[in-house]
């Protein structure tokens, strides 16, 4: 079965985006702002309104008709801007429904958000902190897993009692919280900040998941970290944690054909490569096919990386191509 969702957002079903076959996007019209306004922000044409590229749901209504058809689909991701800047009843309009009849495929409802570390009150003293977490937990007394995909970008964000204290509350719903964020030059990209950060997730009972790579876009100059010394802080952290923490994955591109992994650096034939592979592709069986780019110690995105082994082109992009031809 080949695979090639197109975004659809934008399209006939605005504000969804079916990324990988299981998994579909949302992006709720009310939640496409922010607590925080990193500089690093991709997604900042969403909060600026710009025509075109603004993803939005009109009414929960289509999302609904559109998950009923689609039974392939487990994971349902809401994300932002940040979800969680939704009042508790704007919110729950999208999430309820998801646990009657009809929607029994959905077994994982995941929200992305930077309030966690930003904006904690959110869970504990604004004044409908209440309501969102009988919402989630309402989601995980109804058999489904929710995972709260937590920003952190440094040990410092979790230091603070009202921090630690929404951590401790949303626990108590049932649902998980799962963290990640980017490896940014200047602000995390030393071993000891992640080394730390990790420890400290763990101990409050959170889940490494994600270092990602800066993308490219925005100010990417100014965040940028090379793959090789993404690759040497993770490996270097890493052996530092216990298994407990070893949950994280290798740096990951959130790039166009997928999610890539920086796996390491290796000697083929006497050639000096990146190993790199597919944790989600455009077509699902990329997945976990290592491939190899020329070792370059400046290249910091997938499209600065060139084949190495004497290959032309990397295995994925003659699929990729046409996949984006019917998309257009
Ligand atoms: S927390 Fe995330 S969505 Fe919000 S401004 Fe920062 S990067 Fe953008």
């Not at 400046?298 to 082994?309: F, G, M, R, V």
Request: glycine share 6%.
């Amino acid at each position: 079965m080949r695979y090639h969702y197109s975004s659809l957002v934008g399209l006939d079903f605005s504000g969804i985006q079916h990324k990988y076959p299981e998994t579909v996007l949302i992006f709720p019209t009310a939640g496409q702002t922010c607590h925080a306004y990193c500089t690093f922000c991709f997604r900042w044409p969403q909060f600026v309104g710009m025509e075109g590229i603004k993803f939005a749901t009109r009414e929960s209504g289509i999302f609904q008709d559109y998950l009923r058809e689609h039974k392939e689909v487990t994971d349902v991701l809401i994300t932002g801007g940040d979800p969680l800047t939704m009042k508790a009843r704007h919110l729950s309009l999208y999430i309820e429904p998801l646990l009657g009849s009809g929607f029994e495929h959905i077994q994982t409802i995941r929200i992305g958000t930077k309030s966690v570390a930003y904006w904690p009150y959110r869970f504990v003293t604004d004044e409908d902190a209440d309501d969102i977490l009988r919402l989630f937990e309402r989601v995980t007394l109804a058999g489904k897993h929710l995972a709260i995909m937590g920003h952190y970008d440094h040990w410092k964000e979790m230091e603070t009692e009202i921090a630690q204290e929404a951590i401790r509350r949303i626990r108590s719903t049932g649902a998980q919280i799962r963290t990640q964020a980017p490896l940014m030059h200047r602000i995390n990209h030393s071993k000891e900040v992640w080394i730390r950060m990790w420890r400290e997730q763990v101990r409050l009972g959170c889940v490494p998941y994600y270092m990602f790579m800066e993308r490219d876009t925005g100010a990417k100059q100014y965040f940028e970290v090379p793959i090789i010394r993404a690759w040497e802080i993770f490996q270097q952290a890493i052996q530092k944690l216990s298994g407990l923490a070893r949950t994280v994955r290798d740096p990951v591109m959130s790039a166009l054909p997928g999610k890539v992994l920086v796996d390491g650096v290796a000697e083929i034939f006497g050639e000096k490569v990146f190993v790199l592979s597919f944790l989600q592709g455009r077509n699902p069986n990329w997945c976990k096919r290592p491939f190899f780019a020329r070792y370059d110690d400046k290249a910091s995105w997938l499209t600065e990386h060139t084949p190495a082994l004497g290959e032309q082109e990397f295995f994925y992009e003659k699929q990729l191509n046409e996949i984006l031809q019917t998309e257009t």
